[in-house]
């Protein structure tokens, strides 16, 4: 049984369609690498799997359960930039998601000894032990990031949400990021959904690369259709010259 299944998705803003009939099956495990324009609906994509949006028509469900629209422990979420908290030490950011995961969002005693032992190892793991009393700020951009990823990781989400997580970092900090990302996935076994506009990063990392696009378009009036999943690539063993492709209407999907 799939682990993500979304079955027959539409979501439109006002009157405004923006994704249509996406369908998706996602093994538990997979890492799902997300491309195709800008503004075609893959961050609305994403928000609908962390269930922060509903979908206008059609279900998701995870591990067999629709998504109910409320938050879950199941699913964390990175964005590009600015997902850690400015005014909190490396420490703190990396307790502050672990409290957030308890009813009250606070820890008290056993509790929040157990969150800083927690964090301590959870910091040393990522390399950023020796800068634990130190604020995001004084950081750099790669170290925000894995910040951004291990504060996610702290309530060993089943799902990991990345939005163009990589986009604002140098090209040898990136190949950095992409070693951490496959150790930790590795390590934990975690089902990742990640946005990019960098085919080659999708390719790399992903296990399928899944474009969205609209399948109908009308010049006089651009935004009269939605996106949908136009093309499922199998990115295993090194992605397109491995290419098994089937054409169903408009879709690809890897047999
Ligand atoms: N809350 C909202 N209310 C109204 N329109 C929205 C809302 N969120 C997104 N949109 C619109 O939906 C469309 C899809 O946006 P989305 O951010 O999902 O695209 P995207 O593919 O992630 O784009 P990019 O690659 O540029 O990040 C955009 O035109 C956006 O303006």
Redesign the pocket.
């Known amino acids: 049984m799939s682990f993500v299944s979304v079955s027959g998705v539409f979501k439109s803003?006002?009157r405004?369609p923006?994704l249509e009939a996406v369908s998706l099956e996602v093994a538990e495990g997979e890492f799902i690498s997300l491309v195709?324009?800008?503004?075609?609906?893959?961050?609305?994509?994403l928000r609908m799997l962390l269930d922060e949006?509903q979908p206008s028509r059609g279900t998701i469900h995870v591990d067999g359960m629709p998504l109910t629209g409320e938050p879950s422990r199941n699913r964390g979420i990175v964005f590009q930039r600015y997902s850690v908290f400015p005014h909190m030490s490396v420490r703190d950011n990396i307790v502050a998601a672990t409290a957030f995961q308890t009813r009250f969002g606070w820890l008290n005693g056993a509790a929040r000894k157990a969150a800083h032992d927690a964090a301590a190892k959870t910091l040393e793991r990522i390399g950023l032990g020796h800068v634990a009393d130190q604020y995001p700020a004084s950081l750099s951009g790669g170290m925000q990031q894995r910040l951004a990823i291990a504060q996610a990781m702290a309530a060993r989400p089943r799902i990991l949400l990345l939005d163009?997580p990589f986009g604002a970092l140098d090209p040898g900090t990136r190949l950095a990021m992409h070693a951490f990302l496959l150790e930790l996935r590795a390590e934990t076994g975690m089902t990742v959904f990640m946005?990019t506009?960098d085919l080659e990063e999708g390719f790399k990392l992903g296990d399928r690369v899944l474009v969205?696009d609209k399948p109908r378009w009308d010049p006089q009036e651009p935004e009269a259709y939605g996106a949908t999943i136009t093309y499922d690539f199998d990115a295993r063993d090194g992605g397109i010259p491995y290419q098994r492709l089937e054409e169903d209407t408009h879709v690809f999907k890897p047999r």
Do not use: P
Not at 36 to 45: E, N, Q, R
């Open positions: 803003y006002g405004r923006v195709g324009a800008s503004g075609c609906g893959k961050s609305t994509f949006e163009e946005v506009h969205f």
